[in-house]
């Protein structure tokens, strides 16, 4: 099993800047793949971004050239760097993990607010 650990969330003026953090401990050696997602009030999560163990990244059109996701290997975490944030950025944030096998872990999220 993995155990996943966001930090970072909170109210943020529009224009601002926010850095999430996902710890993961447990079976860390057979993940493939960490992302992060989101979901907004009455809708549907949502991928925001992805990166695969060869460091290969995949992110959202909706925050491209915006938010960067990044990891540090020793540490175990996985970085969420987001710019210039608007007000439809507005969700909670949640870390996934999915391993070798397939399964797929998730955290129980961080809430981001954008707002004046």
């Known amino acids: 099993q993995v155990q996943l650990v966001e930090s970072g969330g909170g109210l943020v003026q529009p224009g601002g800047s926010l850095r999430l953090s996902c710890v993961a401990s447990?079976?860390?050696?057979?993940?493939?793949?960490r992302g992060w997602y989101r979901q907004a009030p009455g809708e549907e999560r949502e991928l925001v971004a992805t990166?695969?163990?060869?460091?290969?990244?995949n992110t959202a059109a909706s925050v491209k050239g915006r938010f960067t996701i990044s990891r540090d290997n020793a540490k175990n975490t996985v970085y969420l760097q987001m710019n210039n944030l608007k007000p439809e950025d507005t969700a909670v944030y949640y870390c996934?993990?999915?391993?070798?096998?397939?399964?797929?872990?998730w955290g129980k999220g961080t809430p981001v607010t954008v707002s004046p």
């Open positions: 447990g079976q860390i050696f057979s993940i493939n793949t």
């Open positions: 990166i695969n163990r060869y460091g290969i990244t």
């Open positions: 996934n993990a999915i391993l070798s096998t397939s399964s797929t872990y």
